[in-house]
């Protein structure tokens, strides 16, 4: 990127759009840049910009006392601490998933590869209200677990564990669709050395793969965790919005709309934004380092 | 999410694999399984029993739970009225949203990838912010700015211009949540794409329209129908976004998934469940067209291209 090449002060090599700019064969009139310029960023202000501003005006709309005040009430804690959980449970199950799942697909060659990586992405096809429904079809008092599950007074449908399996589905294929091109491009030969030389499967793993594939592999957990913290409809269809006790923060998010106290809301959904916010940093961060080792090995 | 580009280097992978056995690949001598890495049973057992116990059994519930209702029942539910009212809304809106963030999203990928302008890096990281920002926040946010007293609803109003608690509605929450879908998909091919081909075109004449229709689009075109049909697949499963500013009315504003949601309320898990499988059959036959654009993007573009 030119950007992280002008940010550690390399003399820029006219990389990035400033070689399209100085070449008189690919850069345009410029009426046509400034046209181009001015739509397109007024379509970004409109609808990226605009909806992320507004949440937190209307959070501070009736003062900064409102706000903490919203933030610190009993069920928005509890909200809170549910969220976390559900996201510290599902994040690691998914990790550990999209480790071996990488491994298997990019370390070894077998039939229908192909076929096994579209069903490792089917969640993302998935609509995330049918999400919530398969696992009510389960574990629901209807479902084909479910007259055992009350049998032996386990609650999983309206209650917690509900919660975290519609969270693992939703957010199943993150960090393995990251780690499985990344490990695809960096291919076998320095794992196939280390066990010759007499490296276990695990050491080859924590000494020789992890270190080329950790920015990877944090790209994935961020995405992972960002969806698994603001994850809605799967949720929603599950959690049969019990207050202080099944309610992640999205949802009291839509449980303050309904009840019309839209500063309460709002102030809650900026913790929200706050945390997306703190993604694409974190995002842009590891993309920026992964950029930059990329460069260094090359140079 | 990292759609594309992430499995432009799978798909050369697997072309790999089911290359012609006559032909001298450099891999070709590792098709026999010779293996020397450790962990193929341990982590290929784990890979499918998670597979199976989260996505796999669960998913097969839909269906199995569709088979034991009976035609005739299956399909009074499915194509209902209200339901059928659904579909169109669901389905119209989603294509239109899809299009409209093609044609800008590429405008904005052209923008990121072709110009210099203060604040680009800003623009560039805020572009994923629908992946990152939770579909209800995203919702009652469209909605404040939307509704009569809103920033935007008061401009519009007065026009004569509703988009709050009206099907407009719905097309904007759809548009921004599938606009990263676009510019993610049509950005990286943008920026690796080489000056010579439109040096050549400009050095034979060709105005800059020329080239732009001619030589830059038809190399783009995989890509921003990849990123058109991710953002449509995306759009029709939509439910957080969507369903605050949507207004929700019986044969006017429902969405698809909404129906679900109503059906569950009403605890007729029969009919949400064959409406589900409805969706399901829908969004495999969609991946399968998305995994097959995709193919040809990576092909077209030089695969193996990691990142």
Same mark, same amino acid.
Request: hydrophobic letters at 55%; a neutral charge.
């Given at each position: 990127m030119?950007?992280?090449?002008?940010?550690l002060?390399?003399?820029?090599?006219?990389?990035?759009?400033?070689?399209?700019?100085?070449?008189?064969?690919?850069?345009?009139?410029?009426?046509?840049?400034?046209?181009?310029?001015?739509i397109?960023?007024?379509?970004f202000?409109?609808?990226?910009?605009?909806?992320?501003?507004?949440v937190?005006?209307?959070?501070?709309?009736k003062?900064f006392g409102?706000?903490?005040?919203?933030?610190?009430?009993?069920?928005?804690l509890?909200?809170?601490?549910l969220?976390l959980?559900?996201?510290?449970?599902?994040?690691?199950?998914?990790?550990?998933?999209?480790?071996?799942?990488?491994?298997?697909?990019?370390?070894?060659?077998?039939r229908?590869?192909?076929?096994l990586?579209t069903?490792?992405?089917?969640?993302?096809?998935?609509?995330?209200?049918?999400?919530g429904?398969?696992?009510?079809?389960m574990?629901g008092?209807?479902?084909?677990?479910?007259?055992?599950?009350?049998?032996?007074?386990l609650?999983?449908?309206?209650?917690?564990p509900?919660i975290?399996?519609?969270?693992?589905?939703?957010?199943?294929?993150f960090?393995?669709?990251?780690?499985?091109?990344l490990?695809e491009?960096?291919?076998?030969?320095?794992?196939?050395?280390?066990t010759?030389?007499?490296?276990?499967?695990w050491q080859?793993?924590?000494?020789v793969?992890?270190?080329?594939v950790?920015?990877?592999?944090?790209?994935?957990?961020?995405?992972?965790?960002?969806?698994?913290?603001?994850?809605?409809?799967?949720?929603?269809?599950?959690s049969g919005?019990?207050?202080?006790?099944t309610?992640?923060?999205?949802?009291?998010?839509?449980?303050?709309?309904?009840?019309?106290?839209?500063?309460?809301?709002?102030a809650?959904?900026s913790?929200?934004?706050?945390l997306?916010?703190?993604t694409?940093v974190?995002?842009?961060?590891?993309?920026w380092?992964?950029?930059?080792?990329?460069?260094e090995e090359?140079? | 999410?990292?759609?594309p580009?992430?499995?432009?280097?799978?798909?050369a992978?697997?072309?790999n694999?089911?290359a012609?056995?006559?032909?001298s690949?450099?891999?070709?001598?590792?098709?026999?399984?010779?293996?020397?890495?450790?962990?193929?049973?341990?982590?290929?057992?784990?890979?499918l029993?998670?597979?199976?116990l989260?996505v796999?059994?669960?998913?097969?519930?839909v269906?199995?739970?569709?088979?034991?209702?009976g035609?005739?029942?299956?399909?009074?539910?499915?194509t209902?009225?209200?339901?059928?009212?659904?579909?169109k809304?669901?389905?119209g %809106? #989603? +294509?239109? $949203?899809?299009?409209?963030?093609?044609?800008?999203?590429?405008m /904005?990928?052209?923008? &990121?990838?072709?110009?210099?302008f203060?604040?680009k890096?800003?623009?560039?990281?805020?572009?994923?912010?629908?992946?990152?920002?939770?579909t209800?926040v995203?919702?009652?946010a469209?909605?404040?700015l939307?509704a009569r007293?809103?920033?935007?609803g008061?401009?519009?109003e007065?026009q004569?211009?509703?988009?709050?608690?009206?099907?407009?509605?719905?097309l904007?929450?759809?548009?921004?949540?599938?606009?990263?879908?676009v510019?993610?998909?049509?950005?990286?091919?943008?920026?690796?794409?080489?000056?010579?081909?439109?040096?050549?075109? %400009? #050095? +034979?004449? $060709?105005?800059?329209?020329?080239?732009?229709?001619?030589?830059? /689009?038809?190399?783009? &075109?995989?890509?921003?129908?990849?990123g058109?049909?991710?953002?449509?697949a995306?759009?029709v499963?939509?439910y957080?976004?969507?369903?605050?500013?949507?207004?929700?009315?019986?044969l006017?504003s429902?969405i698809?998934p909404?129906?679900?949601?109503?059906k569950?309320?009403?605890?007729?898990?029969?009919?949400?469940?064959a409406?589900?499988?409805?969706?399901?059959?829908?969004?495999?036959?969609?991946?399968?067209l998305?995994?097959?654009?995709?193919?040809?993007?990576?092909?077209?573009?030089?695969?193996?291209?990691?990142?």
């Amino acid at each position: 990127m030119a950007g992280a090449a002008a940010a550690l002060g390399i003399p820029s090599l006219k990389r990035g759009a400033q070689r399209y700019e100085s070449n008189p064969a690919t850069r345009e009139a410029p009426w046509v840049k400034w046209t181009i310029l001015t739509i397109s960023l007024s379509f970004f202000a409109l609808f990226l910009l605009m909806p992320l501003v507004a949440v937190f005006s209307e959070a501070l709309r009736k003062g900064f006392g409102t706000y903490i005040a919203a933030l610190v009430e009993p069920d928005a804690l509890s909200a809170i601490q549910l969220t976390l959980a559900a996201a510290l449970i599902s994040v690691p199950l998914n990790l550990v998933f999209g480790v071996s799942a990488a491994w298997a697909i990019t370390k070894f060659d077998f039939r229908g590869k192909h076929l096994l990586i579209t069903l490792i992405d089917l969640p993302f096809s998935v609509s995330p209200v049918v999400a919530g429904l398969i696992y009510v079809l389960m574990f629901g008092a209807q479902g084909w677990i479910g007259p055992w599950l009350q049998e032996h007074d386990l609650k999983i449908i309206f209650a917690v564990p509900g919660i975290v399996l519609a969270t693992v589905f939703v957010t199943f294929p993150f960090v393995a669709r990251e780690l499985i091109p990344l490990m695809e491009a960096q291919g076998r030969d320095e794992e196939e050395a280390a066990t010759v030389l007499g490296a276990s499967g695990w050491q080859t793993f924590w000494h020789v793969t992890l270190p080329n594939v950790k920015w990877g592999l944090l790209y994935g957990v961020i995405l992972c965790n960002a969806r698994a913290m603001g994850e809605f409809g799967a949720v929603s269809v599950v959690s049969g919005h019990i207050r202080g006790m099944t309610n992640t923060l999205p949802l009291h998010v839509e449980i303050l709309y309904n009840e019309y106290q839209f500063a309460a809301a709002f102030a809650v959904a900026s913790l929200l934004a706050i945390l997306a916010l703190v993604t694409l940093v974190l995002k842009q961060f590891v993309e920026w380092r992964a950029h930059a080792a990329v460069k260094e090995e090359r140079a | 999410m990292a759609g594309p580009r992430s499995m432009s280097s799978n798909t050369a992978a697997s072309l790999n694999d089911f290359a012609p056995a006559g032909a001298s690949l450099p891999a070709g001598e590792r098709r026999k399984p010779r293996r020397v890495l450790p962990g193929f049973g341990l982590t290929m057992g784990y890979t499918l029993v998670y597979l199976s116990l989260v996505v796999l059994i669960p998913l097969s519930a839909v269906f199995l739970k569709t088979a034991g209702m009976g035609w005739e029942h299956f399909w009074d539910v499915v194509t209902a009225p209200r339901v059928v009212a659904s579909y169109k809304l669901s389905f119209g %809106a #989603s +294509l239109l $949203a899809a299009s409209i963030n093609a044609a800008f999203g590429l405008m /904005l990928a052209w923008s &990121l990838a072709r110009y210099e302008f203060p604040g680009k890096k800003l623009v560039d990281a805020l572009i994923d912010l629908p992946f990152a920002l939770p579909t209800a926040v995203a919702g009652i946010a469209l909605t404040a700015l939307y509704a009569r007293n809103g920033w935007l609803g008061s401009l519009l109003e007065p026009q004569g211009i509703k988009v709050a608690f009206t099907p407009l509605g719905i097309l904007v929450a759809l548009i921004f949540i599938g606009l990263p879908f676009v510019v993610r998909s049509v950005q990286p091919v943008l920026e690796d794409l080489e000056t010579e081909l439109e040096e050549a075109a %400009a #050095s +034979l004449g $060709a105005r800059r329209w020329q080239t732009f229709r001619y030589v830059i /689009l038809p190399t783009l &075109l995989p890509a921003l129908l990849t990123g058109f049909a991710l953002a449509f697949a995306r759009a029709v499963g939509e439910y957080g976004s969507v369903i605050f500013i949507a207004g929700n009315l019986p044969l006017v504003s429902e969405i698809t998934p909404l129906m679900i949601i109503t059906k569950l309320e009403q605890y007729d898990y029969q009919g949400a469940t064959a409406i589900a499988s409805v969706m399901l059959v829908f969004s495999f036959v969609l991946l399968f067209l998305i995994n097959g654009l995709q193919a040809w993007s990576s092909r077209l573009n030089g695969a193996g291209r990691a990142k």
